[in-house]
Every structure is written in C-alpha cells, then in structure tokens.
C-alpha cells in the first residue's frame, strides 16, 4: 500500500454497485456487504432492480443496482452513497443525484461509446464535458483489463468481459482497505462446483486490487469503524428469508408442521422459494396454480390442522380478500404474509410502498377483523412472522403480516436467537372425544373457540361460510345470533390489545412533538428522530408494530404530546386509521408515494416543517 | 397395488354412523336425494375410521352436501371446494376426501381449480353433480347447458357452447373419470366405491335432474322409452353392449366408434369394443366420454381408471427423502446456524 495515501477513518459508508441488470450488481453487491459484516461492521443493504429480467442493453430503464451501508450502526441503508460504482452511462445517468458532493465515482471507460452515450440520454461524455466536477472520479478501462485477465485464463471472450465487475469489487477492497482473503472465501463457496469460474473471478478481482494499489488511482482510502454490538452469533439475512424462517420456527415451538400454499409474485417469491428448500423440517410447500388456490389450500390446511401460511404483494392480497372473510368466518388460523409494493394494480412491482394497509384492515365484504402486524426491519421479519404465527393460532383468527419490498429483500445483521428462548405457542385444541365439544364454544376470557383438527375421535363437526349459530355452529339466519356472531369475532381481536407488547417512546414520555411511523420505515424515521434530538431538539418517536389490535395504552402514549406527525409511504392510511380510532386527537401527516424509502433529510425537514 | 393411507377400522359401521341429525332442505324430488342416501350407503362400505371421512364443498345446491353428512365436514365458498380440499388432504394424508359440487361451482367459477387438482392427481373424490342449470341463483344457464338452451339470463337461447365434463377430465390427465344418473342410487355407491379405492382424483359425473329450474334435462337419457338404447353401461373386460335385450354394440370403425347390430352386416359379439378402463391411452376413453343421443347411447359407468403417482404422495416422499438426507438441516436452530454466521 502507498505510504502517500490519506486514510480517512468513517463511522460508516454507503456503496452503491449498478449496472445493466445482468451485469451481476446483485452479486457485487452480497459479495462486499458480507465481507464487511465478516469483517466486524455492522450492515444494511438494499437490491434495487427493475421489474424486466434483462431490460435493453445500455438503458436507465434497464439499471439494476445494489445499495450497502457499512459501519458502526446502520439501521437504515442510508440516502446518498459515498462511492458509486457504476457499469455503463445509463446507470450513472440513473444514479448520479443518489451520490454525495464530493463522492468517489469508479465506471468504466470502455462502456462510454457513442451508442451506449446516447441511449443514456448523454448528448456530450459526461467523463470529458465536466459535468461530474464536483465529484471524484476514476474511469479505468475495467472491460479491457477484466477481459484480458479472463481471456489468458482460458475463459472465452463473452464470458471474460462479464467478469469486469470482480475487477470493480478487487478495486473497491482496496479502497477500503480490506484484504481479499474473506472475498475469495466467499467465492469459492458461490462457485463450489465450478472451480474453475472461482479462479478465473479471484484473479480478475485480484487484478483491480493491485491495479487500484500500484497505479494510485484514488487519492485516500477508507478506514470504517467496526460496531460493538452485543455479544452472541450473528448472520446477514434480508426480510424475505426471516419471514420464511420465523414461521418454521412458530411451527417448530407450537407443535403444528407448516404448511405454505402461494402463488409466485414479485417482490415475495423469496419467501415460496425459500420454504421449498426446506421438506427436511417437515415443511408442505404447495406452489398453486393462482393466488386464490393459495390462501385456499392454506385455509384447508388450517383445517386440517396446519400451521397454515400464504405469502404474496399487493394483487395477490386483492385475490385473496374473498377467502380471507372464510377465514374469519370459520375462525381458522391462518397467516397472510403481504410484502408491500407500489400499487394500485400492478403498480410498481419491484419497488416498496406501505399502501396496503387499507385493504389488510378493511378489504373485505362484511365486518371481517383479522390481526394486522407489521414488520419494521429485514431482522424484526423473522420475530413478527413467528408473532403472526403465534396470534393466528392461539386466537383463531387470519393474521395479515406486512412487509414490504425494502424490507423483504433488504438485509442487515441478525442475532441468532435459540428456538427455545422464543415464546411458548399454546394452539387451543380440542380434546378427543371431549363430551362438551361444541365448534363454536369460547373460551370466556379471550373469546377463542377450540380447534378440532379432522381424524380426532369424537369430534365430527362442520363449519363453513355460511354465519352459524353460538356454540353448536349449525347454519343460522337468526338476526340476535348474526349481531352476537359479529361482536364475537371482532371482541375476540380487540381483546389482543392488552396481550401485545405495548406500546413503548423513544425521547420523553410527553412534550411538543411525536412522531409516529409503523412497518418498514422504522430505520429511517428513528434516525432523523436520532440525529434531531442529537442536536438538542426535544422530539419523541413511537412505532407501531401492532396494528389491528394496537396496544391498549396507545392513546395514553399519543395523548401526551401537542403534536403528533405521522410519517408513512402511502397517502395517509394509518394517520387516518387513527384518527378513526382517536377522533379527539389531532394528527399531522407526512408522505410519501415514489415506490422509494424516506430519506433521512427529507424527514429531518418535514419534522422540522410541522405545524 | 395401492398407496392408500387412511386408517381403517375395525367397527362394523353402518349408514346411520354417517347420517346428520340437520334437516335436509333440497326441494321435493331434488336428485340430490338419491345421491345422499347412495353415498350414504356407501362410506360404512369404504372401511375407513369414521372420523377419517372429511366431506369439503363449495357453493350451490350440492353443496350443502357436508351439511347433511355426519363427518368433519367444511362447506366454504363458490368454486374454491377442490382447491380447500387440496389443503386439507395435502396436509394429512390419513383422510379421504370429498368433493361433492355442481356444474357451475367447478366448471365456471372454479374451473382453473378444477383441471389443476385434476393434473396433479391429488387424491380426492370429487362429485360432480350436472343438472346444467344454476339452480340455488334460480336459473341460469351453465357451463354445460346445451346451445341454444333459454334460461333466465338467455331469453333467446344460450350462444356458448357447452362443456362435456369427460372431455374436460380427460383433457386435463385425469386418471379415474365415471359417469353415472342420479336415479340408479345402487349403481351410484357401486362407482362411488370404485372412486374411494383409486389412488389420485376421481371424477364422479353424477346426471343430476334439477326438478325445479330444469326439469327433464336428461330425460332424453333416463325416459322409460328410450333409455335402453340411450344408455350404455360399460363394465371393464366386457363388451360394450347394450339396448332392451342387448342387441346393440359399439365397433371402433374407420371414422371412431359406430352403433352396430348384433347379426346384422356379419357382425357377431367378437366384433364388439371390450371395454379396457385401464388403457394409459385416454383415446378411446375420450370417445366414449363424447358419445351422446341421437346417434349414440351415453356412457355409464367407470369410463377411465388408470394407475399414476398421485401428488400427495410424492409430496411425502420428497420429505421423507429430505429427513433421511444426512446433509439437511434437522430443526430451526441448525437453519439459523446454517450457511456464514460468526461470533461477535
């Protein structure tokens, strides 16, 4: 290493890696964030590509990138990057108002042709019209170089121009002063069986290592500070797998093997893909042939005696809504996993949004409550799916649990819990041959019925959609029956509000300002509320994981404060769900409907900004 | 060979074991009926534990079917009863389900349910009850109307053409498929009980007469003067004869079946089509699903029935051989210590 170099010690830095989607971001982009995490920092990282597969060559429609905040604490994955890395004009066209004044631009000069300048919209080269003054930036030939390297290793042409982004990432290690041994660790597990391919990556990486280090190419490098966080065992994991992973461990501590009926659909897939892997914990994974076949089959399922789960986004949730008021109805467990994305219709499918909450609410013919809960990181993913889990089955009610795309394929460091150290799971079910079994006998205090799982001795029963009398469940048009029936399932959620964890503030318990978030945004939202109050502003945050019930001391909790803000990405679903709930309240409202997370300046200004 | 999971037991049950105390509500001389009481008849025949028949159904006439059963049953919403059943069986395949629906219940509103559980061969026994007509919304025509036919909602006639539920089955890979009239309830737990004992779907086309919206919509089949000649049992092995003193038989030609006459042209018994439901090849199966009056005798009987892995099996098969793979994980806490974890 130069002695020249300035080291310039950060708690924290953000990367962005883009390209043309297959120019293998995505992998850039795991690659370094889990060799930082390997290294001691703290991470956070966030995919971000467009809905087309292989999207036009060379076009910011088609730019995929791949976000990673590294340091000492990154609950969020930060607004603006320090370094972008970026494969072709498109992408830094796509990306440049993302990058910081005065931050590293590394892109590779051979991608700047005439064609490739125009279809980015560019009329001059940005790289000579000295539009990117205000930014530093190295442009090597990374094709020629990665090519060259490939190509004497016996790799054809076409596949030794595609290794051009290791020559980035071995540039990249460099600069921030990692060694290449974890990387290649990492490689050789990716590439296990084609050893060659792991070769052929590790020398090309190692080339845009040395090449960044002789040559001098950047003037400083980075040092990042590594985190304290508690001791114990610890993973990267993105929403999508915890979910996956908090219902099998909700089907391990209850007892009830699980069962996933789903359809594919962006941005939840990962949640089918990942349970499918896993038949050796006696998982059932059911791909169906729609959505509506998959929250069915959940619901037989449940029925039978499952731990009964569906996973999908906006327009399967829509699908779904007619089985769920089923689910209600017949008072069978069921969990609902929706990973938010932009809406209506099909919308924005690979981007994130929190406008479903309605439609988890109240998107359903009759009074139908389910419980609704939100997750509100990638890692809180695996508690409230295993929460989800445990409320469905012990109330026997549908419990909706939203994520949404940043989240769900986000990811940030996980701290291993033990299966045993997770709450007990007590589903209520019913004795075999219990002389007093009636379908539709409650449990006093919580309202719950019991569930007699198909096979059991003595205690045939049917249920079904149509509404059904107390206790014994026949079919029952009896109109004091019907308002009994309603009350019922609606009281017996209610009641959840004084069983969930209530609700906690962050700052003073009382004062000027709340501000109040829920779901995905919690990372965001407390960081502006952090960095403001860090500056000697009395402001308070609470965030709501509960949301249908929420916690009985809510309003104690929102009652203290002159004024509250609600900060959420949609247009005002939750302020105005509590202004139904709190009508003597006075909520202000902050959003936001761009398929793309807050900002933390854009928060600080709002927060600033309130009436 | 079968592959049926389901306990058995060792009582000596009889039809009381499975009748409801609920009161039945279908209209007088409804068809639904004959059909209860033959299957009925025919679960204490199937052998199983009691408590081991779950009957899931839909929306419709037919549907009210779990209601009128003593069973675990689950009547949920319209066209979604194959894909419910799927669930339930998928998950334990120690119970034998049913599917009673209708017409309009599996071939409109849950047709995509209907061929996709058809494919994968999970093994259920759907009742399909046929009275071409939406009866419970009063009158409107379905799926399988013929053309041309007045309904309520088609005041000049209908303009569709209608679906054969065999050539559907069979479309679909189905590998047990049989037809059967609601006014024989013996025949129909004799088939029933051939359905119960095949492993994947079986399709069960019950000829439904729905006496107030559409009454004699089969008449053309099950009439005292014409159901000799209009109606063709087939039993497997056997010739396909039929007619008042089995005159009558069906030739495969050059142009597909043909109707001949025993003596008639030379032809004698050894020309007549043996019936084989076990051909792998639905060919034939399909034609005779298609034959209809005038010009043919409908089809009775098992039309199809032929061996293939059904779904749920190899479901249960791929888990096992997950759990018997030294290299899976075995519980949570192996999965969340999985793959690159490390210590802080």
């Not at chain 1, 590779?108 to 700047?112: F, H, P, S």
């Not at chain 2, 009275?131 to 009063?138: A, H």
């Not at chain 2, 007469?209 to 089969?218: D, E, Q, R, S």
């Not at chain 2, 003596?263 to 050894?270: A, L, P």
């Given at each position: 290493m130069s002695t020249k170099k300035q080291i310039i010690e950060r708690e924290s830095v953000v990367v962005k890696f883009v390209g043309d989607?297959?120019?293998g971001m995505q992998l850039s982009g795991t690659l370094f964030s889990d060799t930082a995490a390997l290294a001691g920092n703290d991470i956070a990282t966030f995919p971000d590509f467009p809905?087309?597969?292989?999207?036009?060559?060379?076009t910011v429609a088609g730019v995929s990138g791949y976000q990673v905040h590294i340091g000492k604490?990154?609950?969020?994955?930060?607004?603006?990057?320090?370094?972008l890395v970026a494969m072709n004009p498109a992408s830094l066209k796509a990306n440049?108002?993302?990058?910081?004044?005065g931050g590293t631009i590394l892109t590779?000069?051979?991608?700047?042709d005439a064609i490739a300048l125009e279809k980015a919209g560019y009329t001059t080269n940005p790289l000579e019209d000295?539009?990117?003054?205000?930014y530093f930036v190295v442009s090597p030939n990374i094709t020629t170089m990665a090519k060259e390297t490939a190509m004497q290793l016996g790799m054809d042409m076409k596949d030794a121009a595609r290794t051009k982004n290791m020559f980035c990432l071995g540039m990249i290690y460099y600069i921030f002063s990692f060694d290449l041994g974890t990387p290649f660790k990492l490689l050789d597990k990716r590439f296990k069986t084609k050893k060659e391919v792991a070769e052929i990556n590790k020398k090309v990486m190692e080339k845009g290592f040395n090449f960044a280090e002789t040559l001098e190419v950047f003037e400083s490098i980075y040092h990042v500070t590594t985190v304290e966080l508690p001791k114990g065992r610890y993973r990267n994991i993105t929403g999508n797998i915890a979910t996956a992973w908090g219902l099998l461990a909700a089907a391990e501590r209850s007892g009830r093997k699980l069962f996933l009926g789903s359809y594919p659909i962006t941005p939840a897939t990962d949640i089918l893909i990942e349970l499918a892997k896993?038949?050796?914990?006696g998982a059932k994974v059911f791909q169906a042939e729609d959505e509506i076949a998959g929250i069915c089959s959940t619901i037989g399922a449940s029925f039978a005696g499952a731990l009964a789960c569906t996973s999908t986004s906006g327009p399967g949730l829509s699908l779904k809504t007619e089985a769920l008021g089923l689910a209600v109805i017949t008072e069978l467990p069921i969990v609902v996993v929706d990973v938010q994305r932009g809406g209506?219709?099909?919308?924005?499918?690979?981007k994130s949004e929190q406008s479903d909450l309605n439609m988890a609410l109240f998107?359903?013919?009759?009074?139908a409550p389910c419980i609704v809960v939100a997750a509100s990181s990638p890692s809180d993913c695996f508690y409230q799916a295993f929460n989800a889990a445990k409320l469905a089955m012990e109330t026997m009610t549908p419990c909706i649990l939203l994520t949404d795309g940043y989240i769900g394929q986000g990811s940030e460091l996980f701290r291993i819990p033990k299966v045993a150290d997770l709450p007990e799971i007590h589903p209520p079910l019913a004795k075999p041959?219990?002389?007093?079994?009636?379908?539709?006998?409650?449990?006093?205090?919580?309202?719950v019925r019991q569930w007699a799982i198909p096979?059991?001795?003595?205690l045939r029963h049917r249920i079904g959609g149509l509404e059904k009398s107390d206790?014994?469940?026949?079919?029952s048009t009896d109109p004091l029956n019907h308002a009994k029936m309603v009350n019922n399932r609606r009281d017996k959620v209610q009641r959840l509000a004084t069983r969930v964890p209530q609700q906690e503030v962050?700052?003073?318990?009382?004062?000027?300002i709340l501000v109040v978030s829920w779901g995905g945004t919690k990372g965001q939202v407390q960081t502006a509320v952090k960095e403001m109050r860090e500056k000697g502003q009395k402001i308070s945050h609470t965030h709501f994981t509960?949301?249908?019930?929420?916690?009985?001391?809510t309003e104690e909790v929102l009652k203290k404060f002159k004024k509250i803000l609600v900060c959420e990405l949609n247009t005002g679903q939750f302020v105005n769900y509590l202004r139904m709930t709190y009508p003597h309240l006075q909520f202000q409202q902050y959003n936001k409907v761009q398929g793309l997370p807050f900002t933390v300046e854009e928060l600080k200004q709002a927060i600033h900004n309130i009436q | 060979m079968s592959y049926k999971t389901i306990e058995r037991t060792t009582e000596q049950l009889t039809k009381e074991d499975f009748a409801?105390?609920?009161?039945?509500?279908?209209?007088?001389?409804?068809g639904n009926h004959a059909i209860l009481a033959a299957v009925e008849n025919v679960f204490p025949q199937i052998?199983?534990?009691?408590?081991?028949f779950c009957v899931v159904s839909g929306i419709?006439?037919?549907?009210?079917?779990p209601y009128y059963?003593?069973?675990?049953g689950f009547h949920s919403i319209h066209g979604r009863a194959n894909a419910i059943a799927t669930g339930v069986r998928l998950f334990n395949r120690g119970l034998s389900v049913w599917v009673p629906t209708g017409d309009g219940d599996?071939?409109?509103?849950g047709g995509n349910h209907f061929i996709h559980v058809i494919r994968r061969n999970i093994d259920l026994n759907i009742m399909l009850f046929n009275?071409?007509?939406?009866?419970?919304?009063?009158g409107q025509y379905s799926p399988?109307?013929?053309?041309?036919k007045i309904t309520k909602s088609s005041p000049?006639?209908?303009?569709e053409h209608p679906f054969t539920v065999g050539e559907l089955v069979l479309g679909a890979q189905g590998t047990f498929f049989a037809r059967v009239i609601d006014n024989k309830p013996q025949f129909i737990s004799q088939v029933m009980l051939e359905a119960a004992k095949h492993d994947g779907t079986s399709i069960v086309e019950i000829l439904q007469?729905?006496?107030?919206?559409?009454?004699?919509?089969?008449k053309y089949i099950t009439d005292k003067e014409v159901r000799d000649n209009n109606q063709l049992y087939l039993e497997d092995g056997k010739p396909m004869l039929f007619g008042k003193d089995k005159e009558k038989g069906i030739i495969l030609g050059n142009n597909g079946l043909q109707v001949v006459k025993l003596?008639?042209?030379?032809?004698?018994?050894?020309d007549i089509l043996v019936h084989d439901?076990?051909?792998?090849?639905p060919g034939i199966h399909l034609m005779l699903a298609k034959m209809k009056p005038p010009y043919f005798p409908i089809a009775l009987g098992v039309i199809r029935s032929v061996e293939s892995p059904t779904y749920d099996q190899l479901l249960d098969e791929q888990i096992k051989t997950a759990q018997e793979?030294?290299?899976?994980?075995?519980c949570v806490d192996d999965l969340l210590n999985s793959g690159d974890t490390w210590e802080i």
């Open positions: 989607s297959g120019d809905a087309e597969i292989r999207a036009p060559h060379n604490e990154t609950r969020i994955i930060g607004d603006k990057c320090d370094v440049l108002k993302w990058v910081k004044m590779d000069v051979d991608a700047y000295g539009s990117l003054s205000s896993h038949k050796s914990l209506p219709s099909t919308g924005l499918p690979t998107g359903r013919n009759g009074e041959n219990d002389p007093d079994y009636k379908p539709y006998r409650r449990n006093p205090e919580t309202l096979g059991t001795e003595g206790l014994d469940g026949s079919v962050f700052g003073e318990e009382s004062g000027e509960n949301i249908m019930p929420m916690p009985s001391n | 409801s105390d609920q009161m039945v509500k279908w209209c007088p001389g409804c052998g199983y534990k009691k408590e081991n419709g006439c037919s549907s009210r079917f059963m003593n069973t675990y599996s071939l409109a509103i009275n071409e007509i939406y009866g419970l919304t009063k399988t109307s013929p053309m041309g000049q006639g209908t303009i007469n729905c006496v107030i919206f559409n009454n004699g919509a089969h003596g008639e042209n030379g032809i004698t018994e050894k439901m076990k051909s792998q090849n793979n030294p290299a899976t994980v075995k």
